[in-house]
T-cell receptor, first 116, second 112 residues
């Protein structure tokens, strides 16, 4: 079954304690991205990756890091989490056929992060 | 920059009512347009898409027509069901750019 898997689904942590949210896809997609979803703000892109070892900032990258060492994995790293990073996070992947125009983005089920 | 504006929710309807969720966009060139749906506790799923002006996307009884003259992509369904209760996101992808720009989402609540 084609899917994007995020772990963990729920996480409560304390300010300043480094954490990693993992994302893995089994569709051999080149493109992967991370979004955060906040009430009244919709989805905002944090980082994206066009392929292995190629990453770029989205709209709200501050406080986050990513890496793309393998095609299937795209972890999101919060080196020093703060309460304003409390949010619902989604990983997504899609294939590239030129631009993104005709390809569907597949989303993970989300990770609800609370930073206290 | 690119932007997508959706009507604010929640939209509350009775079963079998007609649904319209408005979406307008601002983008350079000729973007592709999408509607994604998020059911409670789940990730987003593609509902329908249109890649050029006057295209109509359709799926599961939902329809949306790409109107370049009004820069709109309104979502419609003739008869909603309780199972359609979800958050609906309008999005665009601009030619040459591999990112999706989302609207803020519109919650739909359908009562029996």
């Amino acid at each position: 079954e084609a899917q994007v898997t995020q772990n963990p689904r729920y996480l409560i942590t304390v300010t300043g304690k480094k954490l990693t949210v993992t994302c893995s896809q089994n569709m051999n997609h080149e493109y992967m991205s991370w979004y955060r979803q906040d009430p009244g703000l919709g989805l905002r892109q944090i980082y994206y990756s066009m392929n292995v070892e190629v990453t770029d900032k989205g709209d709200v990258p501050e406080g986050y890091k990513v890496s793309r060492k393998e095609k299937r994995n795209f972890p999101l790293i919060l080196e020093s989490p703060s309460p304003n990073q409390t949010s619902l996070y989604f990983c997504a992947s899609s294939s590239r056929q030129g631009a993104l125009l005709n390809t569907e983005a597949f989303f993970g089920q989300g990770t609800r992060l609370t930073v206290v | 920059g690119d932007s997508v504006t959706q009507m604010e929710g929640p939209v509350t309807l009775s079963e079998e009512a007609f649904l319209t969720i408005n979406c307008t966009y601002t983008a350079t060139g000729y973007p592709s347009l999408f509607w994604y749906v998020q059911y409670p506790g789940e990730g987003l799923q593609l509902l329908l898409k249109a890649t050029k002006a006057d295209d109509k996307g359709s799926n599961k009884g939902f329809e949306a027509t790409y109107r370049k003259e009004t820069t709109s992509f309104h979502l419609e369904k003739g008869s909603v069901q309780v199972s359609d209760s979800a958050v609906y996101f309008c999005a665009l992808a601009r030619s040459g750019y591999s990112t999706l720009t989302f609207g803020k989402g519109t919650m739909l609540l359908v009562s029996p």
